[in-house]
């Protein structure tokens, strides 16, 4: 089966850094769009970021210029660099990824369990 396995959250204070790792296993042929969301407590699920195939990138308005997300196809990871981090930050953030797997007719997506990030003044 294909798994996305988040790392790299904890705690930080305000001004920090932070860098996500989420690498990708199992039966894999291909990884199309690969991305980085967050939810915090009360709140909805909202995208972060997301990087193309081809490396073409989409930010959120609220972390563009702070954030940075990357891929390295060789490793089946994405990455998210976090930078000036502010208390509207704190959240759980997931990986996710549209894969065709190994052996499949079509691509699904997949989601990491989640990491968590909180930012202290």
């Known amino acids: 089966q294909v798994q996305l396995v988040e790392s790299g959250g904890g705690l930080v204070q305000t001004g920090g850094s932070l860098r996500l790792s989420c690498a990708a296993s199992?039966?894999?042929?291909?990884?199309?769009?690969m991305g980085w969301y967050r939810q915090a407590p009360g709140k909805q699920r909202e995208l972060v970021a997301t990087i193309s195939k081809g490396g073409n990138t989409k930010y959120a308005d609220s972390v563009k210029g702070r954030f940075t997300i990357s891929r390295d196809n060789a490793k089946n990871t994405v990455y998210l660099q976090m930078n000036s981090l502010k208390l509207g930050d704190t959240a759980v953030y997931y990986c996710?990824?549209?894969?065709?797997?190994?052996?499949?007719?079509?691509?699904?997506?997949?989601w990491g369990k989640g990491t968590l990030v909180t930012v202290s003044s």
């Open positions: 199992g039966s894999i042929f291909t990884i199309n769009d």
């Open positions: 996710n990824a549209n894969i065709l797997g190994g052996g499949s007719y079509y691509a699904m997506d997949y």
